[in-house]
């Protein structure tokens, strides 16, 4: 392989964990809402429910946007500019989601803490990697979040699905096992969320009637 071609993998590779460090639900707050930083308000997450929650759907919506796209752009361009096939393209694309995955877990721009917990930049990346196995995950958090009124349910029961569902549809080893890592880390990202579902003291997403 050519310096330049390894060096164009490379500046993906950092590109996708740029971009996945990306702060949206900090940006959009701070620019459209009080001028509050996110991370003292609610919940403390910057991510899309807990600005919704404090900010408004709208900014929830945008925030839900701006962290999936910053899974789909990196991923996208992986898939069809890497120049490598078979085994090392799966190898490649995988370590690109997980770069912008990671990006979105730990973003330099917040000295590598006070990121999201990745389920929308996750849900972006296999928006690209694997669109049915990504739908399926989604059919279960939609299911899940309905009979519990917790988006929290809802998101690590999709995350559970995702590796199994990635298998079946992909029945490739590489894509699985990034999967397989993205969700054991949305799961330690849901850590005190778990911990109040099993205390009951999760809050709803609404009111019961409601």
């Known amino acids: 392989m050519e310096i330049l071609e390894i060096a164009k993998l490379i500046t993906i590779f950092l590109f996708a964990y740029l971009i996945g460090?990306?702060?949206?639900?900090?940006?959009l707050t701070k620019s459209f809402y009080s001028g509050e930083d996110i991370r003292k308000n609610g919940s403390g997450n910057i991510g899309a429910t807990n600005v919704g929650r404090v900010a408004g759907k709208t900014l929830g919506i945008?925030?839900?946007t701006g962290d999936m796209l910053k899974g789909v752009v990196p991923v996208y361009i992986a898939v069809n500019i890497s120049g490598l096939s078979?085994?090392?393209?799966?190898i490649f694309i995988s370590m690109v989601a997980l770069a912008a995955f990671s990006g979105h877990l730990y973003p330099v721009f917040l000295k590598f803490k006070d990121g999201?917990?990745?389920?929308?930049?996750?849900?972006?990346?296999f928006m690209v990697l694997c669109p049915k196995a990504?739908?399926?995950?989604?059919?279960?958090?939609?299911i899940v979040v309905c009979l519990s009124r917790r988006v929290s349910a809802g998101s690590l029961s999709g995350a559970l699905v995702?590796?199994?569902?990635?298998?079946?549809?992909?029945?490739?080893?590489?894509v699985t096992g990034c999967a397989l890592v993205?969700?054991?880390l949305i799961i330690i990202r849901h850590k005190d969320n778990i911990e109040r579902?099993?205390?009951?003291?999760?809050?709803?997403?609404?009111?019961?009637?409601g």
């Not at 078979?86 to 799966?90: D, F, K, Q, R, S």
């Not at 579902?197 to 009637?209: C, F, N, S, V």
């Open 116 to 125: 999201g917990k990745g389920v929308a930049t996750a849900a972006g990346c």
């Open 21 to 27: 460090s990306i702060p949206f639900g900090l940006v």
């Open 62 to 64: 945008f925030t839900l």
């Open 197 to 209: 579902l099993i205390a009951g003291t999760e809050p709803a997403a609404w009111k019961k009637g």
């Open 162 to 174: 995702l590796p199994i569902a990635v298998y079946i549809f992909s029945r490739s080893f590489t």
């Open 134 to 142: 990504l739908l399926t995950a989604l059919i279960v958090f939609i």
């Open 86 to 90: 078979g085994y090392n393209h799966y």
């Open 182 to 184: 993205i969700t054991v």
